[in-house]
């Protein structure tokens, strides 16, 4: 079980930056942060929040990269699994990181046409062309975290498969090991009955043997008397 105390380690620390990134996406939400945060303040926290997430993949890597690598395979199954929830918890996060730096880009880009004072239909119509730009930029950033989550899923699905097929190997390996077994115990048993046989072949010439020379000296014996 001591091979498992690096990945706890792991798991605190992830859970750590999870934590941290949930912190920063909750202070760009005016709903539960009292209002929207200034343009300056709310880039910050967009940013450190994607440096967290990159430091969250990584370490999800080296978790994974450490579970594969125990040998005990009751272990090794519950440590994939921790790793799986990590994964869905990390690719819900990509989708509200996404979401919220989309909403701060609004805001910012609505903040710069009203500091701007450009007025009338040409700012209406900029804006407006922004805004469907920003929309659709979203809508990629949406494909794209489906995309990871779907990929994320691939994976999962494929350690499964490669576990099952490593403990249908095993016990394959273990079939061919008892059928070795069992055709060695067969080949000493073949060996031991052509033995019995060969020396029940040699009692019986023996007995013969014996058997004909007593009947020669019987009828020796025999001789002598009438003669």
């Known amino acids: 079980m001591s091979s498992s105390i690096p990945f706890e380690r792991y798991d605190e620390e992830f859970l750590s930056l999870t934590e941290q990134v949930t912190s920063k996406l909750r202070s760009l939400d005016p709903s539960t942060s ?12 967009v940013k450190m929040a994607h440096n967290l ?50 909403n701060v880009e609004r805001s910012s880009l609505g903040l710069g046409d009203i500091e701007s004072g450009r007025g009338g239909g040409s700012s ?41 097929l490593g403990r249908h190997r095993e016990t394959i390996s273990s079939a061919h090991g008892r059928v070795r077994q069992v055709t060695g115990m067969t080949n000493r048993a073949r060996r031991i009955v ?7 072949v040699q009692q019986k010439l023996i007995l013969y043997g014996v058997a004909g020379t007593i009947m020669i000296v019987f ?3 025999i001789y002598s008397m009438f003669k």
């Open 124 to 164: 209406a119509s900029g804006k407006q062309r922004l805004l469907s730009n920003s929309e659709q930029l979203q809508s990629q950033s949406d494909t794209l975290a489906n995309a990871r989550s779907i990929m994320a899923e691939t994976e999962s699905v494929a350690l499964e498969i490669t576990e099952e």
């Open 53 to 102: 997430l990159l430091q969250a993949d990584d370490l999800l890597k080296q978790m994974g990269l450490e579970a594969r690598g125990v040998d005990d395979a009751s272990v090794k199954r519950d440590l994939l699994g921790k790793v799986r929830v990590c994964k869905t918890r990390l690719a819900n996060l990509r989708d509200d990181y996404e979401a919220a730096k989309s």
């Open 34 to 45: 009292g209002g929207a945060p200034p343009p300056s303040s709310a880039e910050a926290d």
């Open 194 to 200: 052509q033995s019995m046989s060969r020396r029940e």
């Open 219 to 221: 009828l020796m014996l």
